[in-house]
């Protein structure tokens, strides 16, 4: 499982993916969301703008991620 760090009570989903450069811009959220399954806490996440928060597990075609605080 990878860690990632976040500032803040949360972050939107497309400016995680941002940050972590695997999007270049908010504007490709929905098709990667439509060609990849993602999940949040064991959630498949549809949301574009889905609020993550510390301790939140995202998980990326099958790569998990813990949400950490900074």
Known sequence: MHTWPMKG???QLDQLLKKY???ASGGQIGA???MHEVFLNGNKV???RKKIRVNDVLMIDGEEYQ???E
């Open 9 to 11: 009570e949360y972050i």
């Open 21 to 23: 450069d695997i999007i």
């Open 67 to 69: 949400i950490v605080g």
């Open 32 to 34: 990667f969301l439509e």
């Open 46 to 48: 549809c949301e574009k």
